[in-house]
């Protein structure tokens, strides 16, 4: 039998035993030592510590979240008059659109769906003197088609803006923004406020440049700072600009220098028109310059090149650009993509022998596809 003061005896060397291990982890714990003993409570409180196990952090200030893309189609030269008129007198542009619809997906997923409208928008689709040589008015209603299949903007600037005069181009204005498409643009070489349209895009602002160099140049210290002051109110700058030489396919140098100059000047994309055929492309500090996406809706019927036309799809996110080509080719006016392979491949190399590139570039452009990191 243990007598009592023995009994008193063990019971305080266990508590100081117990109380010494207490006391040396403390120590240990609050120097950093060891948090093995508290292992069971950290667990417990991990997702308020938003800590994995091992060395994971995940703090939402750390957590690399994908941005939105913004997809845009881009198109050439639509003109509604003349021989163009007189084919929409037996079908509506709906059906002459319809050749379209085999690639309807990439209408319905883009945001900006654009072309360089060749010609004004007036009242009732007149025309006011002094008549022109070549002349182009037609009616609001004619672009219906356009908006059923998504087109909302359209380039203004360009050598026929002025053909019915100042009072055709208030006309034309006030006609697109009553059929709530969007627009920009002045007549040819003028650069003004109307030169610039910011559209909203998700939580994005894309400026939408026009601008026109065909009879004269415009003034370059106004066109450089209306792009940088583009660049820097908004997130991304896309200019449309017509330039170039008819029915030449291989873009010219000066061409060229305005290119170079616009991405300079803080342009994210160069989309050109004029010439009514396909001209090449180029990267320029890792930005696209399409030349000329040739004919969209025209009646030039004298030729398979000015019936032979390029769309450009353009999805951006996270500073990466996909670039889809998209060629078709027009019967009397009535575009379709072209979906044979043999003519497809045969489009892709010649486009790029008019293009400026480099042979890993051009081995991309083979596959109608191309990306671009900024």
């Known amino acids: 039998m243990i007598k009592k003061p023995t009994i008193w005896l063990i019971l305080s060397i266990f508590l100081v035993i117990v109380f010494g291990i207490f006391w040396v982890n403390i120590y240990r714990l609050n120097n950093g030592q060891d948090e093995s003993w508290h292992l069971f409570s950290y667990q417990e409180n991990l997702e308020n510590l938003n800590i994995d196990v091992g060395n994971n952090v995940r703090n939402n200030e750390d957590v690399a979240v994908e941005e939105e893309s913004i997809n845009f189609l881009f198109f050439g030269d639509v003109m509604l008059d003349r021989n163009v008129s007189k084919v929409l007198e037996n079908k509506t542009t709906p059906e002459l659109l319809e050749g379209l619809q085999i690639k309807s997906d990439y209408f319905i997923n883009s945001d900006i ?144 220098q305005i290119g170079h100059f616009l991405i300079d000047s803080g342009a994210d994309m160069v989309i050109g028109h004029h010439p009514h055929v396909v001209q090449g492309m180029e990267v320029y500090n890792n930005r696209p310059i399409f030349y000329s996406l040739g004919n969209f809706i025209f009646d030039q019927y004298f030729s398979v090149a000015t019936q032979t036309g390029l769309a450009v799809s353009v999805v951006v996110q996270d500073d990466v650009f996909d670039i889809s080509l998209l060629p078709f080719t027009s019967k009397l006016s009535a575009p379709i993509f072209i979906s044979e392979k043999e003519a497809h491949d045969k489009f892709l190399v010649e486009f790029i022998s008019f293009s400026d590139v480099s042979d890993d570039i051009a081995e991309e452009l083979k596959t109608g596809k191309l990306q671009l990191s900024l």
């Open 113 to 256: 769906v654009s072309a360089n409208l060749e010609g004004v928008v007036t009242n009732n689709g007149e025309h006011y003197a002094p008549i022109n040589l070549y002349d182009f008015a037609f009616v609001a209603d004619k672009l219906s088609g356009f908006k059923d299949l998504g087109f909302n903007y359209f380039a203004l600037s360009n050598n026929h803006f002025l053909d019915q005069g100042s009072r055709g181009v208030k006309e034309t204005r006030e006609n697109l923004e009553a059929n709530s498409f969007y627009f920009s643009g002045s007549p040819d070489s003028e650069i003004d406020t109307y030169s610039r349209k910011d559209i909203k895009i998700k939580d994005k602002k894309v400026a939408m440049v026009s601008l026109s160099m065909v009879y004269k140049h415009f003034d370059r210290e106004q066109a450089e700072n209306l792009v940088k002051l583009a660049d820097t109110e908004t997130d991304l700058v896309v200019v449309n600009i017509h330039w170039g030489n008819e029915y030449e396919h291989f873009f010219n140098v000066y061409q060229q």
